[in-house]
Nanobody, 126 residues
Framework: VQLQASGGGPVQPGGSRRLSCVAS????????VAWFRQVPGKEREFVAV????????YYADSMEGRATISRDNAGNTVYLQMNGLKPEDTAIYYC????????????????????WGRGTLVTVSS
């Protein structure tokens, strides 16, 4: 399974950004795809996750109400729409796939994800 993230770039505070993650290869092996983000010197942080089959979604508290994760099963694509961006949202955003079932905070640990794409940088600055 290969994951390709895109859509990063500069955005002003309060603005919006839509990230895309295309899964190729044996994408059907994945149970869910999540977005994480990381700032240099800090740990990778969970943002949101969506399951392929049921479309169940979970969000980090920091993004609740400001982010929407969605999937396009036909296109094997997962999107992350972020609104009301703040400078502290500046980070490299990664998409990741996991093979096993998870629920709630059980989906938050990066170590549970097997497949990772290259990140895409989102910079929130005026």
């Amino acid at each position: 399974v290969q994951l390709q993230a895109s859509g990063g770039g500069p955005v002003q505070p309060g603005g919006s950004r839509r990230l895309s993650c295309v899964a190729s290869g044996r994408a059907q092996l994945t149970y869910a795809v999540a977005w994480f983000r990381q700032v240099p010197g800090k740990e990778r942080e969970f943002v949101a996750v969506v399951t392929w089959r049921s479309g169940t979604k979970y969000y980090a508290d920091s993004m609740e109400g400001r982010a929407t994760i969605s999937r396009d099963n036909a296109g094997n694509t997962v999107y992350l729409q972020m609104n009301g961006l703040k400078p502290e949202d500046t980070a490299i955003y990664y998409c990741a796939g996991r093979r096993d079932y998870c629920s709630g905070r059980g989906c938050y640990a990066p170590s549970e994800y097997t497949y990772w794409g290259r990140g895409t940088l989102v910079t929130v600055s005026s």
